[in-house]
């Protein structure tokens, strides 16, 4: 059914501007009756951050920025969803165009510019789904014009306590000016030692909601070392590696499109971003688990990911260009690979692969 449902709809996406498609996507999933996926082979079941997810695969923020759809993207077979980035004050983001194909490469580049309709709007829709279950997440974001963009990531903890899942602090987006400063060691440090004290406070009413970090691929091994180092220290629950990348590979092949601003994803990512999963593992020594994003668009793909040190990967970019029957190919390539190995569990091979990894030169 949803094979079907892929190959009508992709063609006709691929006709329409990136961010026309999106908007026709998500209008789309809120409105055409979807079927539900079969129920998940609880050998994929994964736990992390004190949560149970059904399978490891999630759709990664940035699609469902406003909480319009996260019912919908579950119902497709996501293990768990991450709305967002949102921001305390709706932001009209970057202007048109910012959203960009690079067909030849399988890949993306984005300027979005955290536009999201504002924590007000995006509250109002997560509490309506409440009792309905399943993981949904609250990516977080600073408005572009803050005064203090600590405060802001604060005020969205305390508000969205109470509907999150998770928390994912994005302090890696390349599109608002300044952002990434917050992965320097001495801002981590305040930033997360405010947003943890927030959600230690709405615990008593909320109960523990898991706090993760999510970085860019483009740090430095030292400032790699700097993050773990207040990540740990500050007693996080995860992280998330990673966002999209300033980096253009000289192995794109759309030149013209590379000139574009912004962040790159989909496949051109997926060696850095692999890297930095088996980077951020061996340094975090087992104490938290990592989310896996950047380029994933097949089952050996996500293996890789997993193999690096990620417990759960998402997805996003590849969807574009494979659809939504892509989440049920992975997880078929996941669940043939534990029993082709006798394996019960993808827990067993996490991080199997990170020594060897760290040793490789560093990929361009």
Do not use: C
């Not at 406070?201 to 030292?222: E, F, H, S, Y």
């Not at 990348?245 to 989909?266: H, I, M, N, V, Y």
């Amino acid at each position: 059914m949803i094979g079907a449902f892929d190959s009508l709809t992709l063609p006709l996406l691929r006709r329409l501007d990136p961010e026309s498609a999106h908007r026709l996507a998500i209008a789309g999933l809120r409105s055409l009756p979807l079927p539900r996926t079969r129920p998940d082979d609880l050998k994929l079941a994964t736990q992390a951050f004190g949560l149970d997810f059904p399978n490891p695969i999630g759709m990664a923020a940035g699609f469902d920025k406003n909480a319009e759809v996260p019912d919908a993207l579950l119902r497709l077979g996501f293990g768990f969803v991450e709305i967002g980035s949102v921001t305390p004050k709706p932001q009209g983001g970057n202007p048109r165009p910012r959203l960009f194909r690079l067909e030849e490469d399988s890949a993306i580049i984005n300027r979005m510019g955290f536009n999201n309709d504002g924590a007000e709007v995006v509250l109002r829709r997560l509490r309506s789904r409440a009792g309905r279950g399943g993981i949904v997440g609250v990516n977080v974001g600073a408005n572009k014009d803050s005064a203090d963009r600590t405060a802001d990531y604060v005020k969205l903890i305390e508000a969205f306590a109470p509907v999150a899942s998770y928390f994912t602090i994005n302090v890696s987006s390349p599109n608002t000016p300044g952002l990434r400063n917050l992965q320097q060691a001495s801002a981590l440090d305040e930033l997360l030692a405010r947003v943890i004290d927030a959600r230690n406070r709405a615990k008593q009413d909320a109960g523990p909601v898991p706090l993760l970090l999510k970085i860019a691929p483009d740090l430095t091994l030292q400032e790699l070392d700097d993050v773990v180092h207040v990540a740990l220290a500050r007693g996080i629950d995860g992280m998330i590696v990673s966002n999209t990348t300033l980096a253009r590979p000289p192995s794109l092949r759309d030149r013209g499109g590379a000139l574009e601003q912004g962040g790159l994803s989909g496949r051109p990512l997926l060696r850095l971003s692999t890297r930095m999963v088996a980077e951020t593992f061996v340094r975090a020594e087992g104490r938290f688990p990592l989310i896996g994003v950047g380029g994933i668009d097949s089952g050996g793909a996500a293996l890789m990911k997993i193999r690096a040190g990620a417990t759960l990967i998402q997805l996003y970019s590849s969807l574009v260009y494979r659809g939504l029957g892509l989440v049920e190919s992975i997880k078929a390539d996941l669940l043939s690979t534990l029993r082709r190995t006798g394996r019960d569990s993808l827990s067993e091979i996490v991080g199997a692969d990170a020594a060897t990894i760290t040793a490789e030169d560093w990929p361009v």
